[in-house]
């Protein structure tokens, strides 16, 4: 069962970027059957779908934040990141990682397995 | 973007007792493929969400068969037949038809 752990700074500063990493383990980031993706959730608030990423650096993203968010992944280290550039304190959120499982292992798609979360608050 | 809602928004049910809520989405999830892409989540207090159901009523791995999805196109239904107290939570439906993927404001369920 595939394990994952966001890990990155609690505090950034508006204006600033925010920098997350996601290690995965129990199994190969370099998959072909699954994508990367990360979903955040503001407090006390419903969930966002950032963006996903394929091994080979295939991504899309959520519209609403494309010209902010680069996802990118480090297959030598089984990691995959988050940024997020011209923060404000709307980006204040719990942010998640999660695998997506695509038709090859699932025959269907979805993000089946999710890290635990890691709170970023944008203050100055 | 595809918008999905949900009802109720809030929802308190007797243990033993069953619970149904509703997801409605702004565009048809029956992809060209045939299968409709609708999910169901659990985020349970303190927990990250946690994936219930796929494809309108597949149950994932390692999930009671007291929860049970139901619908088509555009309605939706997930249903728990005996409510436990280890059900309790938000649940949230999504959608993951066309990116970007959507997710339904939730429905929070509590135990009376």
């Known amino acids: 069962q595939l394990q994952l752990q966001e890990s990155g700074p609690g505090l950034v500063k508006p204006s600033e970027t925010l920098s997350l990493t996601c290690t995965v383990s129990?199994?190969?980031?370099?998959?072909?059957?699954?994508?990367w993706g990360w979903i955040r959730q503001p407090p006390g608030k419903g969930l966002e779908w950032i963006g996903n990423i394929y091994y080979s650096g295939s991504t899309y993203y959520n519209p609403s934040l494309r010209s902010r968010v680069t996802i990118s992944v480090d297959t030598s280290k089984n990691q995959f990141s988050l940024k997020l550039s011209s923060v404000t304190a709307a980006d204040t959120a719990v942010y998640y990682c999660a695998s997506y499982c695509t038709n090859a292992v699932c025959y269907s798609y979805y993000f089946d397995y999710w890290g635990q979360g890691t709170l970023v608050t944008v203050s100055s | 973007d595809i918008v999905m809602t949900q009802t109720p928004l809030s929802l308190s049910v007797t243990p033993g007792q069953p619970a149904s809520m509703s997801c409605k989405s702004s565009?048809?999830?029956?992809?060209?493929?045939?299968?409709?892409?609708l999910y169901w989540y659990l985020q349970k207090p303190g927990q990250s969400p946690q994936l219930l159901i796929y494809?309108?009523?597949s149950r994932f791995s390692g999930v009671p068969d007291r929860f049970s999805g139901s619908g088509s196109g555009t309605d939706f239904t997930l249903k728990i037949s005996r409510v436990e107290a280890e059900d309790v939570g938000v649940y949230y439906c999504?959608?993951?038809?066309?990116?970007?993927?959507?997710f339904g404001p939730g429905t929070k369920v509590d135990i009376k």
């Open positions: 565009q048809s999830l029956l992809h060209s493929d045939g299968k409709t892409y």
């Open positions: 999504m959608q993951g038809i066309h990116p970007p993927f959507t």
């Open positions: 494809e309108v009523s």
């Open positions: 129990g199994g190969s980031i370099s998959s072909s059957s699954y994508y």
